[in-house]
């Protein structure tokens, strides 16, 4: 097992974000892109123009930022970046809420965190947890302990869209869009057109009960019910003007 891992293609998940950056944002914004892995993603972002720091403990590339995010406080100043990207690395660490406390300290008063994560939401890893016990992408046969040594300690933080919300919530920020990358298991289909209408019907008396829980509104969103990935997208919430 490698001391830290990535992928090596242009995945799913980074298309979607690139997409997202490419819509609603404007050349020359700066970017955070951290764990940024083997560069690829950053690379593609300066292609279309936008001004990005790469950030990692990896030392992939001579010109990435160390930065470890188990520490205490990223190496950026306060409101450095317009858009500050976090793609499969809030669940290779130990305190989530800390670091996305970091990543909402960096972003500009109008910038926007995205966060992309395995979906332990979706069906497939329902299905898993309930004939396993253990959530699909979080085995724990994958982890490990670096006793001290820098390295990767794999996937130990499953992070619910619920729990997401909540962690951003208490840093002034709003979930803006989310939704996800490419479908797990398509085979399930059948299967999963039941769990959708067991699903749509619970979510529904909750979301009647609890009208004023943001999360519902998005719960049964067909990304995240199916998709490999979550992405989601927030922004501070604005400040209400004196009266």
Known sequence: MKDFSHVDNFTGYMRK???????????????????????????????????????DINQEKPH?????????????????????????????????SHLIAELC???KPTGRVIITTPNVQNFYSRLK??????????EPETTRH?????MDRGHISPMTFPTLCYL???????????????????AYMPLYALLALINAATIWRRKARYPSVESYRYINQRELLLSRSLIGCWKRVPPHDAT
């Not at 819509?23 to 914004?29: R, T």
């Open 64 to 96: 990435f930022v160390y930065a470890n995010m188990e520490a205490k406080r990223l190496p950026f100043d306060d409101h450095s970046f317009d858009w500050t990207i976090c793609m499969e690395g809030i669940e290779h660490v130990m305190s989530p």
């Open 17 to 55: 974000v690139r997409a997202m950056l490419n819509e609603h944002g404007d050349l020359g914004q700066t970017v955070l892109d951290m764990p940024a892995g083997n560069g690829k993603f950053s690379e593609s972002l300066r292609q279309d123009g936008f001004d990005v720091t790469s950030a």
């Open 129 to 138: 947890f309930l004939f396993s016990g253990v959530l699909y992408m979080f």
């Open 105 to 107: 300290r960096v972003t």
């Open 146 to 150: 670096p006793a001290g040594k820098l």
């Open 168 to 186: 951003f919530t208490e840093h002034g920020f709003e979930v803006q869009r989310v939704t996800g990358d490419k479908f797990k298991r398509k």
